[in-house]
């Protein structure tokens, strides 16, 4: 019988874990984290590039430089 390995990852996205599925054809953003929908709901509509100092405060986040991490992700739905 072959031995379980130990679970080392405590937090989803931890190890490399996907959060947010690759994308097909027919996908709506039903199958978004929640996060990524309130990313996606706050910088719809806004013309431009958006900078995530900007949608932070939005998201109830901080502004700090180490608090902010950009991303392209929300844009690419």
Known sequence: MAEEL???TTTPGAGGMALVPYREEGMDTGVLPADYLAILKTVTGIEGAVKAGDVAPALGKGVQSA????TGAARSV
Not at 67 to 70: F, P, T, Y
């Open 6 to 8: 130990e679970r080392v």
């Open 67 to 70: 608090q902010v991490v950009r």
